[in-house]
Every structure is written in C-alpha cells, then in structure tokens.
C-alpha cells in the first residue's frame, strides 16, 4: 500500500502562488500515476492535475496556465505549482495515486492523502 502526505497549503492573496507537496510511502513511488484533486465546502471533489510515470500531464481547464504538476520519483514527491490563484481556487487539495492517468483522473485513485488547505483572499 501506499500513504500519502499532503503539505504547502496556507492563505495567499488573489494573483499569488503556493507550492503544494505530496510525500509518498510504501510501495515504489513511480510505479504509480499521481495526481491532486481538490473540494470546496458544499461541493464535489473535482480533478486538478495528473502526472504518469513518464511525466506526462493532464490538467483541469480551470487551471490549465495556471497550475503545473511536476514529480521527482527519487524523492517520492509530486508537487503542484499554483500561480495566478483566484479565491475559487479555494478548496482542501488532496493527492491521489492510481496504477494510471485514467484511473487517477476518472476519481477512481487507489490511494488518498488526508488533504490540505488551501485559502485565497480577494
């Protein structure tokens, strides 16, 4: 199995940026596709940004020029490069893990972190 560690996430100004990471533990980090998912209060969870072991990328419209997913497979750790942040992108981020960018994409992880916050002040 794998766990996943969310962390990076605060209160930034409207037009900012923030780095959020996602540590993972267990089994071998790049067997695996990672992505970062995100849910606001009273809403559903919806699909950010995926990255497959070749580093490939999808990204959510919302976000695309805004948001980029990178991975370092050595040090277990995905990352999500935030910028040009709007208060809609306010939500609790989780990282996920599946056995593809499909999987992953389709909210069918395998494996969830525990999330982290992100707020964005207008």
């Known amino acids: 199995q794998v766990q996943l560690v969310e962390s990076g996430g605060g209160v930034v100004q409207a037009g900012g940026s923030l780095r959020l990471s996602c540590a993972a533990s267990?089994?071998?980090?790049?067997?695996?596709?990672m992505g970062w998912f995100r849910q606001a209060p009273g809403k559903e969870r919806e699909f950010v940004a995926a990255i497959n072991w070749n580093g490939y990328t999808s990204y959510a419209d919302s976000v695309k020029g805004r948001f980029t997913i990178s991975r370092d497979n050595p040090k277990n750790t995905v990352y999500l490069q935030m910028s040009s942040l709007k208060p809609e992108d306010t939500a609790v981020y989780y990282c996920?893990?599946?056995?593809?960018?499909?999987?992953?994409?389709?909210?069918?992880?395998?494996?969830w972190g525990q999330g982290t916050q992100v707020t964005v002040s207008s």
């Open positions: 996920a893990a599946g056995g593809t960018l499909i999987v992953v994409q389709s909210n069918q992880a395998d494996y």
């Open positions: 267990g089994r071998t980090f790049s067997w695996y596709a």
